[in-house]
């Protein structure tokens, strides 16, 4: 973890805002200090702007906003600078690293463990996020953290049958939801699935805490949804559409082949990847009974096809995965 927040720290240091998409989600984090319920880009539109165009828009609502009131709280206490902006991201990603390292231990041992919480700190990938050098930057990390987090929540509730971890869990889903949206529900089969694995919950118990689970979510990302939409409704609205156009429509040019993510994940992973995932494909399909193989396969899976099938395309998409 300290070799990794060290990694973290370098790439981070540059003094300057890097052009996609850190530039925007920093200006709008900025402004948010000022009134942290209206997210602004341009903060006073002197010249006339389409609402349609996030990148020369008046209220943004282009990202859900935990991470932008994050970093927003990072610069109103540390100063509006580069740093105090990556801080959030930096701090988030460090963390990762143990909780890679307890998802590992849960679904193998604690050597896998380790291995897992070795190739978290120095995926490339994770760490430009983190220094916000490539496209989707602070918000992915965002979204990876609290997916990573609902999974341990969901874990510790299995283990310890303690409510108060599976309301952690449905917390986390939320915050992840509010971090980028919906693929965060990636993470409820991976809840059903770990639950009944632990063979601690009989099917009424077990059904009573996953509507705890989704209603505690709900509570966490509704509120901000019907707030846009009754404030901002022309942007929410034309947002809530673009978010859609993703999966029907080629936006700003980034599109690719339907096997564009199983080619990138060679890039972002390693060229070896396609060994040990077609093997583990293989272990997963030889013991269909075995809960935890399948819960990390549909965690691998159904993502991968979703966003295949997607018109738009770009490599973080599947980054929690």
Known sequence: MVCGLALRI????????????????????????????????YDNPILPYDYKNWVGNHIWVHKQPLPLWTMSASMWLFGVNEIALRLPSIILSTIGIWLSFF????????KIGYLTAFF?????????LTAGRVATDHIDIFFLFFVELAVVFSILFAQREKSVF????????????????????????????????????????????????????????LP???????????????DASFNFKHITEVLEERTGPIYYFVDRIRINYGELIYLPFLWFLWKTFKNPHNMKLLAISI???????????????MQAYILFI
């Open 10 to 41: 370098y790439t981070s240091s540059d003094f300057f805002l890097h052009t996609w998409d850190e530039r925007y989600h920093a200006l709008v984090a900025k402004n948010l200090i000022n009134h942290p319920l209206t997210p602004t880009l």
């Open 166 to 221: 599976n309301i952690l869990a449905g917390i986390s889903i939320g915050a992840a939801i509010l971090s980028k949206w919906l693929p965060a529900l990636i993470v409820v089969p991976i809840w059903l699935l770990i639950v009944i694995d632990s063979e601690k919950f009989k099917p009424k118990e077990i059904l009573f805490h996953f509507i705890i689970l989704l209603t505690t979510c709900t509570f966490i990302f």
């Open 120 to 128: 978290f700190p120095i995926n490339g990938l994770v760490i430009e």
């Open 224 to 238: 901000w949804q019907l707030y846009i939409f009754n404030e901002f409704p022309i942007e929410a609205n034309w």
């Open 103 to 110: 998802i590992g231990s849960y679904f193998f041992n604690k």
């Open 299 to 313: 965690w691998v899976l159904i993502p991968l096809l979703f966003f295949s099938i997607a018109k738009t395309k």
